[in-house]
Nanobody
Framework: QYQLVESGGDLVQPGGSLRLSCAANGFTLDGFAVGWFRQVPGKEREGVSCINSSGVRRNYADFVKGRFTISRDNAKSTVYLEMNLLNTEDTGVYYC??????????????????WGRGTQVTVSS
């Protein structure tokens, strides 16, 4: 079992930016694809973005395309999610997990494992 730790969540105004981090604890992320997900109370967890092990393949859900950027630094065993032009609908707990990042598909909750505990993002004026 692998442990991931998310950080970077905060309260931000609409139109603002945040950068989330997903760090591997006790292992290296080399060779693993990583996905970002989010969940709001009363709704199912949904896939936001994923990146393959080399960083060449990056998928985004339609609702974040053009606003969010996923990246990784394998030397630091960390995956990042840069979030710009945030709006109130982006509010939620953001999680990272290990799983497949296949071409042209959003990350699916059922295919991912070793979830972190999440970091809260609140977009509010």
């Amino acid at each position: 079992q692998y442990q991931l730790v998310e950080s970077g969540g905060d309260l931000v105004q609409p139109g603002g930016s945040l950068r989330l981090s997903c760090a591997a604890n006790g292992f290296t992320l080399d060779g693993f694809a990583v996905g970002w997900f989010r969940q709001v109370p009363g709704k199912e967890r949904e896939g936001v973005s994923c990146i393959n092990s080399s960083g060449v393949r990056r998928n985004y859900a339609d609702f974040v395309k053009g606003r969010f950027t996923i990246s990784r630094d394998n030397a630091k065993s960390t995956v990042y999610l840069e979030m710009n032009l945030l709006n109130t609908e982006d509010t939620g707990v953001y999680y990272c997990a290990l799983g497949p990042c296949t071409f042209g598909t959003d990350p699916s909750v059922k295919e991912y494992h070793d979830w972190g505990r999440g970091t809260q993002v609140t977009v509010s004026s």
